[in-house]
């Protein structure tokens, strides 16, 4: 046993290297230093050599077992708001509908906002968007027979009717068509230029995204489309719809995505940043079957770190701030991060320990990613 062991471990070490010779990175010496490392279900020397393991040195706040919620949102820099089934006080009925609360992550205040239903999106304007529906506990009916309702956050809402093929911009918080489907269809189906527009605020106009097929070639591209009609390339390839959110704290947008697609940072001016993930998660990617998705912060690109099975304890949410690599939460994201307004709270599900130990929970955790700013990295 102990031999095939040594068998299997050798075979590892000289497919990984095989694997990273094919991508052509061995060549350039880019992973020298951490060739045994991908045998390592916890991190190694060479490992720690580009990340600090530091999960208490920012401030947190827990959203406690009693009290429930689905999708939130930022009201401010200290409020969530969410639709909940269970608080201190209530718990819902079968026929009951949900309660759209606001939480307070420093005191624990929950307040009723008095809307019922499911909310769908508050942006940093505080437009709202809810929906209901007969019986939450059967939500698999189309939207069509969805009762939608839109306003501003703590006021009367209106009733609103659906417009299907549409999506819902979280920084725009209405009905958006999705424009004509140009993606996904056979390039010698399409016209010889195929666009497609996406609204942004309106002081900053639009983003177009292009496919151009000319002579067989194909070339994708993404523009800025100020309100005066300027139009600015941005990037040729098309824009990444994992997650596209406007930021308050810096005015600009951010294009979430898997570590593969690297995000991006877009300023209404014109100007795009792309973030390209740190050496060691391309290496994690790489050799331990990981998958990353970055998120911005004000203190730095946030970097969300799935492992596989025999590597969960390097998972976490990790900060990316100068030349190192962060951890700041351990454990199995199970939600996409989400920002506050200032840029310095973050909002994240996660499973701490074995991920898939089914004793373990999800807790709600919010991290004051600007708390440590004063720590030397």
Known sequence: MHIKIKLLCSFKRIFLFTFITHLGIAAAGEFDDLIGSEDSPVFTNAELELITDATGRFKKYYIPDEVTGGEPFWIDNERLAFSSRKYPGWAAKNNEPSRIISYNIKTGEVVDSGYRGILRCLNHLNDVLIHQMDQESRSFSSPEKYRWFAG???QPLEKIDYVPYTQIPTYL???VSNGPFIFGVPHHKLPPMSSKLTPLLPEHGALKETINVKDGEVTESAFLIAPDGKETWLKNKRLSHFQFSYQPWNESYFEAGPASIPPATIFPPGKIIMHYPPRIIKFW??????????FLSRAGVLW???????YWKKQGIFIEQGKRLIRIEAGNGRSDPRTSPNGCMIFVEIMRGDPYDLSQKNKSIIIDVCSGKNHDF
């Open 152 to 154: 501003k956050w703590g």
């Open 304 to 310: 969300s770190v799935q492992q596989g099975y025999s």
């Open 285 to 294: 990617n790489q050799a331990q079957s990981g998958s990353t998705a970055g």
């Open 173 to 175: 918080c209405r009905f």
